[in-house]
Each structure stands twice: as structure tokens, then as C-alpha cells.
């Protein structure tokens, strides 16, 4: 069934990095009217937000406060939709990005973005599917229709945590499956690390509020499998250059852009200890990137954890 057109719209993306770019494309690819604010070339945002009927944040997990406090400053149109496109964890209070909107802007609709979506694959026309998830039914559907195209398919979700939480964990599971391909591990090994990488963002997500069927979907599973298999993924080439024998600060300088998982594995490390879930490769994960073990150790750890049941 091909997307409707639906009626023009001013929409305000903030962050103009590749998915921010990417997505600015695609919603005027659609007829509407955007506007871009980079906030390291000084625009104005207050002209940007004003009179928007969606406003779409793909700044970095570093950036999300600093936005969200400069866009409270400067006031958004009371009926204006939020949209959340950031995969990230706040260090400072364990929080992902909707839910720091959601403080701010109460009484606006919020909705997350997520999926397997490589901005580079987009950009060059090729088919990609995402979801938009919301507790506000219509506000999702609103997203949905002013974004969705033949090249760009979106599902709508009532479960917006479980869709945050699937793109923001797969990002250090993706880390891992890089360490894995740079040791020539083999398929066997590939699989099985995706598979219990699978098992324990379930696990994260269902402790923390989360519907587990969600991580089975486009923004979990569907999500996970783009990050791991594809070398567009920075998070990926994170876990490759480290398998290689290359120190963190190398790797990341060779990489253009954020690789959010790097940032996100100590977080979640705090939270899987609060709340008691086991998360055995992302601590492994996380003891690499701190330096405080090699990949050919963090394997063994692995390999060498207690039999259990699946």
C-alpha cells in the first residue's frame, strides 16, 4: 500500500549530522516545509521551532540536554509534536532521550523513531522500514503519514521505551560483533553473539518497563541485524578496530561521527547493576573499550560462563 500524501507541514529538524540530514530529506521529499538547526553554526532555533507542527531531534545523546534546555528557553507551539531520534543513554540520570524530552514537554505529544535505518543506505534511495512509537496513538500516526514513503516504510508502536531501548542497546552488542569479525571467529560465533545479544537487551528492556515482543521487531531484532552486519555501522567499526589491536582513541578518530555505544555500555552496566539482570557481553564490552581487558580474554570469559539453560 503506497503512503498517502498527506498535507504540507512545517517541520523543524534539530541536528544536522547524517541522520539529522537524512531525515530532513525525506520529510521534503514529502512536500513539507523544513528547517534544519545545526547548533555549532549558531542558527537562530527560535526561528527555526516557530509555528512547527513537528519537531524532529536527531542531535547526538551528548546534545540531547543542552537542546532540549535551549529549545525550553526559546518556547514551541503548544500543539506541536515531539520526535525523539537519538539511540542513547544519559550518563547523569540513566535516562533515555524521549524520557528527558518528556520532563520537559509534559503535555506534548512525544514520539521515538527507530529502526535499521543506515543513513548513508537512505540517502542513496534504497528501501528501509522504521517504527514510530507513541502513548499518543494519533500523534504517531501523524509522524507515520509525514514521513513514510515507497522507499521508507513506518509501523506504528504503543510501546515507545521498548522501541528507544532496542535502538539504543543494540549499539553495544554491535561492538561486540565487530571484536568478533576482526578475530575471524567465524559465522557460528557471529550468530550465536547476535542471538544473546538479542537475549539480554530482552532482558534490559523487560526490567525496565518494556514489552519483550517489541525487541522482537524492526526496532530491536531488524535494528540489531543492520548494526551487526554492516561496516556503514560506527559502532561496528568500533568492535572491528579493536579486534585489530587498535586503541579506543585511534579507532574513534578514524570514524566519522558518534559512535553511541561506546558511551552507552557504562551505562548500561549502571543500571543492569541496580536492578540485578545479568549483561555479560555488554560488561565484557564495557571492560574493553575501558581497556581493562583484551578481545581474545573477553571471549574466554564468555565461552567460560556457567551452563545454563537458553
Known amino acids: 500500500m503506497k503512503a498517502s500524501t498527506p498535507s504540507p507541514q512545517r517541520i523543524a529538524l534539530l541536528g544536522a549530522g547524517a541522520w539529522g540530514s537524512t531525515l530532513a530529506l525525506l520529510a521534503q521529499a514529502r512536500g513539507h516545509w523544513v528547517q534544519v538547526w545545526d547548533r555549532r553554526k549558531g542558527w537562530d532555533l527560535k526561528e527555526v521551532v516557530r509555528g512547527s507542527d513537528i519537531i524532529i531531534s536527531a542531535v547526538s545523546m551528548a546534545g540531547v540536554r543542552p537542546v532540549v534546555e535551549a529549545v525550553r528557553q526559546v518556547g514551541i507551539p503548544p500543539r506541536a509534536i515531539l520526535v525523539s531520534a537519538t539511540k542513547g543513554l544519559d550518563p547523569l540520570q540513566l ?32 528501501p528501509a522500514a522504521a517504527v514510530v512509537a507513541s502513548h499518543n496513538p494519533e500523534a504517531a500516526v501523524q509522524v507515520q503519514h509525514a514521513l513514510a514513503s515507497e522507499r521508507f516504510r513506518l509501523y506504528t508502536s504503543s510501546d515507545p521505551l521498548g522501541v528507544e531501548l532496542g535502538g539504543i542497546l ?80 585511534q579507532v574513534l578518530a578514524e570514524i566519522e561521527g558518534t559512535a553511541e555505544g ?49
Open 95 to 126: 535516562l533515555t532521550p524521549a524520557q528527558i524530552w518528556a520532563a520537559t514537554f509534559p503535555t506534548h505529544p512525544l514520539v521515538v523513531l527507530s529502526g535499521p535505518n543506515l543513513a548513508a543506505e537512505i540517502r542513496q534511495g534504497l
Open 170 to 249: 543494540k549499539n553495544v552488542i554491535a561492538i561486540a560483533v565487530g571484536v568478533c569479525d576482526a578475530l575471524q571467529l567465524g559465522t557460528n560465533a557471529r550468530a550465536a553473539l547476535v542471538t544473546r545479544g538479542l537475549a539480554e537487551m530482552i532482558r534490559v528492556g523487560s526490567r525496565l518497563g518494556a514489552r519483550p515482543e517489541t525487541f522482537n521487531g524492526l526496532s530491536g531484532l531488524g535494528d540489531l541485524l543492520a548494526t551487526c552486519h554492516s561496516p556503514l555501522s560506527r559502532n561496528y567499526r568500533v568492535g572491528y578496530g579493536l579486534g585489530q589491536g587498535k586503541p579506543l582513541g
Open 262 to 310: 561506546v558511551y552507552t555500555a557504562p551505562v548500561v552496566v549502571q543500571i543492569a547493576a541496580q536492578h540485578g539482570i545479568q549483561v555479560p557481553i555488554t560488561q565484557e564490552v564495557h571492560r574493553l573499550l575501558q581497556g581493562q581487558t583484551t578481545p581474545a580474554a573477553a571471549l574466554s570469559r564468555l565461552m567460560e560462563r556457567q551452563l545454563t539453560s537458553e
